[in-house]
């Protein structure tokens, strides 16, 4: 039977590799979507968040100053080990205050962690510098800030030891009672180039010249821009919307806007922190918002409709 019909039984077999070979072809993408989903193999930052890196085993440490950039492309496969929350701390306190603030760390590996706290915030006091993490424990650091200054401080704290490197943005605002200022940005998350909106409100006014500094820095107080304006102002309080374009694109990073106004020789200083990220989350209903967060999605079920058709169509003909 085979000898009379010899083409037949050849083009089932061709059918059959080519239809293989889709059906790889989509496993394939399939798990590429799913490791860039879940930001596994990504190195693009997303909203609020800090990347974790871990390092390679055997003890090693990289000599002061020495940059591992293939080791730490290595750990973001198994970033999600620990877990810190929240991954950004934001304080708004008045001079004199008494602030004490945790951290809630979630161990999810199967083997331990002996942690080291640091901080380059001077008024940032640690007060568990160095904290052991069991397999499945959880346990809150706890800090305190103290008050005695006047102003905004911008900084980091650091989590790390031979696997592990963390850092979560701070941000601590300490108003002096009789003059302070209120950033609040319109936007928290924009993309490379777009520009920063904010409302800024800065009071009591006690006189009618108001001298305004803006920046902008990241966690290392690096500036990446800056601008002085002089204003004429009247009644208690200025209250007015400012945006900002930068001149050149920020990388992918978290970000402080930090307005210093200054009145008979007097200063006071706020600040509101944003991101730069490689795409917005869309506002757009179901099902567009799935189509504009991923289009590699809609391309893989469309695949996988027409590795169901051929298979249907094969083995009909078998």
């Known amino acids: 039977m085979n000898k009379l019909f010899p083409h037949h039984n050849q083009r089932d077999r061709q059918k059959l590799v080519l239809f293989?070979?889709?059906?790889?072809?989509?496993?394939?993408?399939?798990f590429f979507y799913l490791l860039q989903q879940y930001n596994l193999i990504s190195g693009a930052p997303t909203q609020g968040t800090v990347?974790?890196?871990?390092?390679?085993?055997?003890?090693?440490r990289p000599a002061a100053g020495e940059d591992t950039p293939t080791t730490r492309e290595q750990g973001r496969l198994?970033?999600?080990?620990?877990?810190?929350?929240?991954?950004k701390v934001e304080l708004h306190l008045n001079q004199y205050d008494y602030s004490r603030f945790s951290l809630h760390l979630i161990h999810h590996a199967d083997f331990p962690f002996d942690l080291t706290f640091t901080s380059n915030i001077p008024i940032l006091k640690i007060l568990e510098p160095y904290v052991a993490l069991g397999s499945g424990e959880e346990q809150d650091v706890n800090f305190q800030v103290e008050t005695d200054q006047v102003g905004t401080f911008i900084g980091h704290i650091t989590i790390e030891d031979v696997f592990v490197f963390k850092q979560i943005p701070v941000l601590i605002q300490i108003d002096?009672?009789?003059?302070?200022?209120?950033?609040?940005?319109?936007?928290?998350?924009v993309l490379p180039?777009?520009?920063?909106?904010?409302?800024?409100?800065v009071s009591p006014l006690f006189s009618q010249n108001l001298t305004l500094q803006y920046s902008v820095q990241d966690v290392t107080n690096k500036v990446y821009y800056m601008e002085n304006e002089e204003l004429v102002v009247t009644?208690?309080?200025?209250r007015f919307q400012k945006t900002f374009s930068l001149p050149e694109p920020l990388p992918y990073n978290d970000y402080f806007?930090?307005?210093t106004a200054e009145q008979v020789d007097q200063k006071a200083s706020g600040a509101?922190?944003?991101?730069?990220v490689s795409s917005l989350t869309p506002t757009e209903e179901y099902p567009v918002q799935i189509y504009h967060q991923s289009p590699l999605l809609f391309f893989l079920i469309v695949l996988l409709i027409l590795l169901v058709h051929l298979l249907i169509m094969w083995k009909r003909k078998k």
């Open 193 to 201: 180039g777009q520009d920063i909106s904010a409302q800024i409100v």
């Open 176 to 189: 002096n009672l009789d003059f302070h200022v209120a950033v609040d940005l319109l936007t928290k998350t």
């Open 235 to 238: 009644g208690g309080e200025s």
């Open 20 to 30: 293989v070979i889709f059906f790889s072809f989509f496993i394939f993408l399939t």
């Open 78 to 87: 198994i970033s999600l080990l620990l877990e810190v929350i929240p991954k």
């Open 51 to 60: 990347s974790l890196n871990v390092l390679s085993g055997g003890g090693f």
């Open 272 to 276: 509101d922190s944003f991101a730069v």
């Open 257 to 259: 806007l930090v307005v």
